[in-house]
């Protein structure tokens, strides 16, 4: 059975850093899309960084240039945040899959990606003005 474990949020001001870790037990050591999501009160889950099975990584506009995710090993993805803004709040979500990642482009060119199977608990990060 599959568990994905988040760790790593907190509470910063705004213009400060966090590190998520995420750890996907149980999972093979093949190669897995990996990403992570934030889902704000009342608005829609969107997806931040995913990382495919070839290791390309792919980011939202809105965190580019800040955010760095990183595999660490097929089962193991950390996102750094940095630069962070009252925005970026909000519970994170690492999400897996045991193939490539899926995906479409939305209208603006911007991707969706969907069909992750499997879902962390989330861990929570406030950023305060």
């Known amino acids: 059975q599959v568990q994905m474990v988040e760790s790593g949020g907190g509470s910063v001001q705004t213009g400060g850093s966090l590190r998520l870790s995420c750890v996907a037990s149980?999972?093979?050591?093949?190669?897995?899309?990996m990403g992570w999501f934030r889902q704000a009160p009342g608005k829609e889950r969107v997806w931040v960084a995913v990382?495919?099975?070839?290791?390309?990584t792919y980011y939202a506009d809105s965190v580019k240039g800040r955010f760095t995710a990183s595999k660490d090993n097929t089962t193991t993805l950390s996102l750094q945040m940095d630069s962070l803004q009252p925005e970026d709040a909000g519970p994170y979500t690492c999400?897996?899959?045991?193939?490539?990642?899926?995906?479409?482009?939305?209208?603006?060119?911007?991707?969706?990606?969907?069909?992750?199977?499997?879902w962390g608990q989330g861990t929570l990060v406030t950023v305060s003005s």
């Open positions: 999400a897996a899959v045991f193939a490539p990642c899926s995906w479409r482009s939305n209208s603006d060119g911007s991707r969706y990606y969907y069909n992750m199977h499997y």
């Open positions: 990382s495919d099975t070839d290791d390309s």
């Open positions: 149980g999972m093979s050591s093949g190669t897995n899309c």
